[in-house]
């Protein structure tokens, strides 16, 4: 299994302005895996970070606007850079073994 | 690359009616799959898993799922649901060759909405 700590749990941002969202993992993992999931939507892989080398980023999502941190093993962040309300949505970090585990989530809301 | 498809986006039924949820899943390769329950403003939750072994799988809270592999899906089915069962699911699948390493993302379904009417 794994346990995961993200935070903030929720946030409420201006436009323009960037958030950034931390992940920590309790043992070492080599991928950690970014997911946004939109009001009554599903979830949707932003990108998947390896420590040591830049984050790969699914269609759609640039790294200008997520970018991405993996200082180690255990560790990542996400920012939203230059929000609109369009960026309002759940955040989650997650890591698999066998199955996906998730953090708690960032609720973020843009006004 | 896989893909999920949960055709029915929402579901209701009676309280102590059965009920499936169905799911189709694309790969090239072997698969695990998962299903995930997410409770209104909570985060997801496994509900059960197919690894191997056999295609009957039993979960948390009286669901079960069965792998077919000749037609692609993994249905979720409950005898008899409750109230409590009201949420969204979602189907999920991984490339199991390189899942083992933490390797290989899960690719959710879109979800069903499985709305339980007193």
């Known amino acids: ?111 | 690359a896989q893909s999920v498809t949960q055709l029915d986006s929402q579901v209701p039924v009676f309280e102590e009616a059965p009920v499936e949820l169905r799911c189709n899943y694309s790969s090239s390769v072997s698969v695990y799959l998962f299903w995930y329950v997410q409770y209104p403003n909570q985060g997801l939750q496994l509900l059960l898993k197919y690894l191997s072994g056999s295609t009957l799988v039993k979960g948390i809270n009286g669901f079960e799922a069965e792998f077919n592999k000749s037609q692609t899906s993994f249905h979720l089915r409950k005898p008899s649901v409750h109230i409590r069962d009201t949420a969204e699911y979602f189907c999920a699948v991984s490339d199991r060759s390189r899942n083992s390493g933490g390797y290989q993302k899960v690719t959710f379904g879109t979800g069903t909405k499985l709305q339980v009417i007193p």
């Open chain 1, 1 to 111: 299994s794994a346990v995961i700590s993200q935070k903030p749990s929720r946030d409420i941002c201006q436009r323009g302005t960037s958030l950034t969202i931390q992940c920590q993992v309790d043992s070492q993992v080599t991928m950690m895996f970014w997911y946004r999931q939109q009001p009554g939507q599903s979830l949707t892989l932003i990108a998947t970070a390896n420590q040591g080398s830049e984050a790969t980023y699914e269609s759609g999502f640039v790294i200008d606007k997520f970018p991405i941190s993996r200082p180690n093993l255990t560790f990542s962040t996400l920012t939203v850079s230059n929000m609109s309300p369009e960026d309002s949505s759940i955040y989650l970090c997650s890591v698999v073994r066998t199955e996906a585990f998730f953090g708690q989530g960032t609720r973020l809301t843009v006004v």
